[in-house]
């Protein structure tokens, strides 16, 4: 493909640092494809995606390129691969609700370092004055330099519990036509009355909450499919997580979780709601348990199944779980990206069922593993299903 993806980053955390990382790496490196979920979709591959702008809230990160960015603190995800190219310039972004105030009391090498100068857009910052009238000063320089880059991918990766924050960005996305891969647990694509605004504005999008290549969400539904594959009533499902990174730390407020712990127990839940179980005897909990900086970007996931098997026979699994957690972010983020421009050629609109399924955490359909992954098959291919072929925008206009 001649046309590059023109793709900007909200956020430069550790997730973007990988993420960039292995766009570059797997350019360079074109017949290396040992890591990558997939290597082609619709005629894209990595070096397809070009990262032209990014926005942030840390003085350590605005005014730099890309690839000086990605390695500021409080990023700590490994270095991977450190030839980075990219000139892309980071801008600074609102605060709104993005950053909590309890992180103020960590070491500024592990949080957040929000620049004077946007103090005043932090809704939740007791010490500073919400300026309304800046936040839309702000609003229309991100509108004019989104424009001025011509993007036409947002990837969300701000910290949990940025409702407001979010929503303030998928309102520019369907002002400017941009389509949105929502990687956080605020409910844009899988809620109805946001998607039929993406609907109604002919963009696709991907959401929400990005479940990792090889994580917990993913493990955790693997193996309740499994247990019910195999005739096993799942009594007990438990997953526990720990890590040291920035999205453990703001999580330690326990006034943002709320979504995140719901999108978290939607993984598992939805096997039994696919297949008509009930949970009425089942006990699952899934969810972020502590932080602890040495971990650094190390996630370490705990699961624990009691399960009844033949005749009520117990079985019993635990398990653990250790990996570097954003570039394990990466390996999935990558493919979304390519899935949504797909769906920007081929005129599919709103939500998309089988990469969001395949993806995220809480997509707007719930599906097995083995659907999810046909149906993106399908979309790599360019080849329509029942579910792309629906969501036609020549279909959306027919059916209006």
């Known amino acids: 493909m001649e046309h590059k993806i023109k793709v900007a980053i909200l956020g430069v955390g550790n997730c973007a640092s990988s993420l960039v990382q292995g766009v570059e790496y797997y ?11 997939t290597d082609d979709i619709g005629g894209y591959r990595a070096a397809d995606i070009e990262f032209v702008c990014g926005f942030d809230v840390d003085e350590r990160k605005i005014g730099k390129t890309l690839k000086d960015a990605i390695f500021e603190k409080p990023n700590c995800t490994m270095v991977l691969y450190d030839q980075i190219s990219s000139n892309a310039p980071i801008y600074p972004s609102v605060v709104l609700d993005g950053v909590s105030p309890m992180m103020a009391s960590y070491p ?9 100068s946007l103090k005043a857009t932090d809704m939740l910052d007791s010490s500073s004055t919400y300026d309304k009238g800046l ?36 309102e520019i996305c369907l002002e400017l036509g941009i389509s949105l891969v929502n ?19 002919g963009i696709p999008i991907i959401g929400d909450d990005m479940r990792s290549q090889f994580g917990a969400s993913i493990l955790s539904q693997m193996l309740q499919e499994l247990a019910f594959a195999r005739g096993h009533h799942v009594k007990a499902h438990i997953q526990r997580n720990i890590g040291g990174n920035t999205d453990f730390l703001n ?4 006034n943002r979780l709320k979504s995140k712990k ?36 190390n996630k370490v996931a705990n699961f624990r199944l009691e399960l009844e098997g033949f005749m009520g026979a117990p079985v019993i699994l635990d398990a653990q779980l250790s990996v570097q957690d954003s570039p394990n ?26 990469p969001s399924a395949a993806t995220q955490k809480t997509p707007p359909e719930q599906m097995m593993f083995s659907q999810a992954l046909e149906e993106c098959h399908a979309l790599a291919k360019r080849e329509l ?13 027919v059916t209006e």
């Open 27 to 37: 350019t360079n490196h074109p017949d290396q494809k040992s890591g990558l979920m």
């Open 251 to 254: 999580m330690e407020d326990k």
């Open 385 to 397: 299903t029942t579910s792309t072929r629906s969501q036609l925008k020549n279909t959306q206009l």
């Open 329 to 354: 972010s990466a390996g999935v983020v990558i493919d979304a990206i390519r899935y949504v421009y797909v769906a920007r050629e081929l005129g599919i609109v709103g939500a998309l069922r089988g």
């Open 183 to 201: 990687c956080i647990p605020v409910f844009i694509a899988s809620d109805p009355a946001w998607e039929q605004r993406f609907i109604d504005a």
């Open 262 to 297: 719901i999108s978290k127990e939607n993984v598992i839940r939805a096997q039994n709601d696919i297949r008509n179980i009930s949970t009425e005897n089942s006990f699952l909990h899934a969810g972020p348990s502590e932080y602890i900086a040495y971990y650094g970007d």
């Open 135 to 170: 936040v839309e000063v702000f609003r229309e320089q991100i509108i004019n330099q989104l424009k001025a880059y011509q993007v036409e991918i947002l990837i969300n990766y701000l910290p949990v519990g940025s409702q407001i924050a979010t929503e303030f960005f998928a």
């Open 108 to 116: 500024e090498a592990q949080r957040f370092k929000v620049a004077e």
